[in-house]
């Protein structure tokens, strides 16, 4: 536990107690905090966020939730990026980035999606999205023709789309703020990386501290007397994860 704080000073008690559940030790989040301030290594300040209305709640299932990340490159290039949600098991998916996000491309990226979810489309009833004109009636209708219908948040209230906004702030302070971006083809490599991380390993509060790609419990609890813990960087080495040592 000291070692994953040591480690990452950025993360929170329940940060480290969804990796720490990963590994196999399960530990409540205030008995992580007693035991990183009785060392002294006090944990990061807990960032609250924006209250779940009961419908995204009871409705998750089938809800999928898009929106725009914007990164400036060093070059004072700003890039859009589209990234989706499904919000019961967290998966993104990276749509696209552009520097000029038409309707058109804004459109395609969604014909891009439903060809790539194919049977799986059926699964979902609603997506949200904010009122940006970049989204135009030729996206809305690619997720109607599919029998989704498409929720607009009402003007400026961006917790109606909590998820991506949440999203949004995860990649952004794990990722974004430690990367000097070059280019178009930098950022998707980074975002690439990031977001195998993320689906794949990251561990998830709504989910039990389960990454969106794993539907098995966590790992069982470990004597910790008798395994190795193995670190690896990801990211470009921005990002630590843990695993059991074979």
Known sequence: MLRLARDNPTWGCRRIQGEMTGLGYRLAASTIWAILTKAGAGPAPRRAGPTWTEFLTTQAK??????????????????????????ATRRVHLLGATTNPTGEWVAQQARNLMMDLDDRANQFRFLIRDRDAKYTAAFDTVFHAAGVEVLRTPPQAPRANAFAERRVRTVRRECLDG?????????????GEYLTHYNGHRP???????????????????????????????????INEYEQAA
Do not use: W
């Open 62 to 87: 089938g809800i999928l939730s898009c929106d725009f990340l914007h990164v400036d490159t060093i070059g004072l290039t700003r890039v859009y990026v589209l990234f989706l949600m499904e919000i």
């Open 179 to 191: 990367t000097l971006t070059y280019n178009i083809r930098h950022l998707l490599a980074v975002l």
């Open 204 to 238: 998830h509060q709504g989910r039990r501290q389960r990454p969106p790609d794993q539907d098995t419990v966590p790992a069982p609890v470990t004597d910790l007397g008798t395994v190795r813990v193995r670190r690896r960087k990801v990211v470009h080495g921005l």
